[in-house]
């Protein structure tokens, strides 16, 4: 029965991609943000010369998401169009996530255990999870593996069994975690505390761990000497970049920070009510209730198990608070952790619906239908709000991004040194020298990022030919320099909707 119910986990997902991506093609289908076209480029260098690199013959230490990018390089080494297999993926994953949290539903709730589909379902249908699949992005990817460690794990808490061969099995897929996106680091010693509080030996305990973080770092090894062979780091260089990128945000009061992510992440919006995820917010009472029940059961036998993944995810929204405390493109950093949130928070609303009064209670009866009606029409009815979001996100950096690339190709020489704060799309399309004004290739630009006087000298100095400008990010001061010619603006009407900025081709040093 189980296994007849995840076909109805399968048909969601494919209803939900067929519905963001149909909606997005009636313009020009792509993807809903410019570092998709970095990860893209990064794939398809690695397919042509067998390196990791952004440009042809620099190797860069830019990438966050390397096992992504040999899964994206694969389509282009079997010659298969790169929307194709990227949705592909992004829908395998949301498949996986979704199966994932119906494993993990059955070992936590497993008295409830013919409700697992339900979980799947809504995880499929909460509309940020099903962005993010269509995003070409590696999110999906790194929330459905962690699911599925944290399914794996909850198996051997559970039944307080464990084998060396489990040990391996979810330190290997750990470090290919870490490997997706550094901050799955978290979930690893997560599991490792978990694996201390098993019952055994102290010194025994000490092996399983050993185990497992040594199986962990077998898969990072060539990762991290890569980077640190080109950067001089084991990290790559987006996570330095970032953060001075947007320290005006990290000089803002944590509290406020953690506060704002935290509400983002279950479901809240970042601004305006179509960002809200219903599927997140309504559950935000099951949620607590069902973590009050996890901190109960866990605490009278000494384990982790209900509450590693409830750990999981608040740490990691704790983490992102800590170091990168934006909720741009719909908390795309905060995606991984909601189906964490979902889940619980439909546990708690079962609990609460099944066992708050008899089942003969006339009462009770009608509350949970309409708690379920209100439920679906709401998660639906966002489902659609959406799918415009992810349209119109598209449009966007086709419009933007593509368009620019596409003026460049045609209007400037192959060996043109161009200067631009997003490189995804000249990256691919145009394939020009790039100075990256965000520092993930240009790593010698983060010490600049804070001051843009600093920055524009440094542009002016270097040689550089171009400048393209993006939304949100005018650079003024060199726009308006008099060795600085307009050459080219895409003046796209949906961008000046959004109240932000077109991007703008200037060409540099011009007498």
């Given at each position: 029965?189980?296994?007849?119910?995840?076909?109805?986990?399968?048909?969601?997902?494919?209803?939900?991609?067929?519905?963001?991506?149909?909606?997005?093609?009636?313009?020009?289908?792509?993807?809903?943000?410019?570092?998709?076209?970095?990860?893209?480029?990064?794939?398809?260098?690695?397919?042509?010369?067998?390196?990791?690199?952004?440009?042809?013959?620099?190797?860069?230490?830019?990438?966050?998401?390397?096992?992504?990018?040999?899964?994206?390089?694969?389509?282009?080494?079997?010659?298969?169009?790169?929307?194709?297999?990227?949705?592909?993926?992004?829908?395998?994953?949301?498949?996986?996530?979704?199966?994932?949290?119906?494993?993990?539903?059955?070992?936590?709730?497993?008295?409830?255990?013919?409700?697992?589909w339900l979980a799947g379902v809504v995880l499929v249908f909460t509309w940020p999870l099903l962005w993010a699949a269509a995003s070409g992005m590696e999110t999906l990817f790194f929330a459905a593996v962690g699911?599925?460690?944290?399914?794996?794990?909850?198996?051997?808490?559970?039944?307080?069994?464990?084998?060396?061969?489990?040990?391996?099995?979810?330190?290997?897929?750990?470090?290919?975690?870490?490997?997706?996106?550094?901050?799955?680091?978290?979930?690893?010693?997560?599991?490792?505390?978990?694996?201390?509080?098993?019952?055994?030996?102290?010194?025994?305990?000490?092996?399983?761990?050993?185990?497992?973080?040594?199986?962990?770092?077998?898969?990072?090894?060539?990762?991290?000497?890569?980077?640190?062979?080109?950067?001089?780091?084991?990290?790559?260089?987006?996570?330095?970049?970032?953060?001075?990128?947007?320290?005006?945000?990290?000089?803002?009061?944590?509290?406020?920070?953690?506060?704002?992510?935290?509400?983002?992440?279950?479901?809240?919006?970042?601004?305006?009510?179509?960002?809200?995820?219903?599927?997140?917010?309504?559950?935000?009472?099951?949620?607590?209730?069902?973590?009050?029940?996890?901190?109960?059961?866990?605490?009278?036998?000494?384990?982790?198990?209900?509450?590693?993944?409830?750990?999981?995810?608040?740490?990691?929204?704790?983490?992102?608070?800590?170091?990168?405390?934006?909720?741009?493109?719909?908390?795309?950093?905060?995606?991984?952790?909601?189906?964490?949130?979902?889940?619980?928070?439909?546990?708690?609303?079962?609990?609460?619906?099944?066992?708050?009064?008899?089942?003969?209670?006339?009462?009770?009866?009608?509350?949970?239908?309409?708690?379920?009606?209100?439920?679906?029409?709401?998660?639906?009815?966002?489902?659609?709000?959406?799918?415009?979001?992810?349209?119109?996100?598209?449009?966007?950096?086709?419009?933007?991004?593509?368009?620019?690339?596409?003026?460049?190709?045609?209007?400037t020489p192959p060996d043109t040194l161009i200067a631009s704060h997003d490189i995804g799309a000249i990256g691919y399309f145009a394939e020009r020298p790039l100075l990256d004004l965000a520092g993930l290739i240009?790593?010698?630009?983060?010490?600049?990022?804070?001051?843009?006087?600093?920055?524009?000298?440094?542009?002016?100095?270097?040689?550089?030919?171009?400048?393209?400008?993006?939304?949100?990010?005018?650079?003024?001061?060199?726009?308006?320099?008099?060795?600085?010619?307009?050459?080219?603006?895409?003046?796209?009407?949906?961008?000046?909707?959004?109240?932000?900025?077109?991007?703008?081709?200037?060409?540099?040093g011009v007498p």
């Amino acid at each position: 029965m189980i296994q007849n119910r995840r076909i109805w986990v399968l048909l969601a997902v494919i209803i939900g991609m067929a519905l963001f991506l149909g909606l997005a093609a009636r313009d020009r289908l792509g993807f809903p943000l410019d570092d998709a076209w970095i990860h893209q480029t990064y794939a398809r260098n690695l397919a042509r010369y067998g390196r990791l690199e952004f440009t042809p013959g620099l190797p860069s230490a830019g990438s966050t998401a390397p096992l992504w990018t040999l899964l994206l390089a694969l389509g282009y080494l079997l010659h298969l169009p790169y929307l194709l297999w990227s949705n592909l993926l992004g829908g395998l994953s949301l498949l996986w996530l979704g199966w994932s949290g119906m494993r993990l539903w059955q070992i936590l709730w497993p008295v409830q255990a013919s409700r697992a589909w339900l979980a799947g379902v809504v995880l499929v249908f909460t509309w940020p999870l099903l962005w993010a699949a269509a995003s070409g992005m590696e999110t999906l990817f790194f929330a459905a593996v962690g699911l599925q460690l944290a399914a794996w794990y909850a198996e051997i808490a559970a039944t307080n069994t464990f084998s060396y061969r489990d040990a391996v099995r979810l330190g290997f897929f750990a470090g290919l975690l870490i490997l997706t996106r550094p901050d799955g680091l978290l979930l690893l010693l997560l599991i490792a505390g978990g694996f201390f509080l098993l019952p055994a030996p102290t010194a025994k305990r000490f092996v399983r761990i050993g185990v497992l973080l040594g199986t962990a770092v077998l898969p990072l090894l060539p990762y991290f000497l890569f980077n640190y062979a080109t950067s001089g780091t084991v990290w790559p260089n987006t996570l330095y970049a970032k953060q001075v990128e947007y320290a005006a945000a990290l000089a803002q009061p944590f509290e406020g920070r953690f506060l704002q992510l935290l509400y983002l992440s279950l479901g809240g919006a970042a601004s305006g009510w179509r960002g809200v995820s219903s599927a997140h917010l309504l559950l935000l009472p099951g949620l607590l209730v069902a973590a009050w029940h996890a901190l109960r059961a866990d605490w009278a036998q000494r384990r982790l198990l209900f509450l590693l993944p409830l750990l999981w995810a608040g740490g990691h929204v704790l983490l992102y608070a800590w170091r990168l405390p934006v909720t741009f493109q719909h908390g795309r950093y905060l995606i991984p952790v909601m189906p964490i949130w979902a889940i619980y928070g439909l546990a708690g609303w079962v609990l609460v619906l099944l066992y708050s009064s008899s089942e003969s209670d006339r009462t009770l009866w009608l509350g949970q239908q309409v708690a379920r009606l209100s439920f679906t029409i709401l998660m639906l009815f966002f489902l659609l709000q959406g799918a415009l979001a992810f349209a119109t996100d598209v449009a966007i950096v086709e419009g933007e991004m593509v368009t620019v690339a596409g003026w460049l190709a045609n209007n400037t020489p192959p060996d043109t040194l161009i200067a631009s704060h997003d490189i995804g799309a000249i990256g691919y399309f145009a394939e020009r020298p790039l100075l990256d004004l965000a520092g993930l290739i240009s790593p010698e630009v983060i010490p600049l990022l804070q001051s843009e006087s600093a920055l524009t000298q440094y542009i002016l100095d270097s040689e550089a030919q171009y400048l393209v400008t993006a939304p949100g990010w005018p650079y003024s001061q060199i726009a308006n320099h008099p060795s600085t010619i307009w050459r080219f603006t895409t003046d796209f009407t949906l961008t000046k909707a959004q109240g932000l900025n077109n991007m703008t081709v200037y060409e540099l040093g011009v007498p």
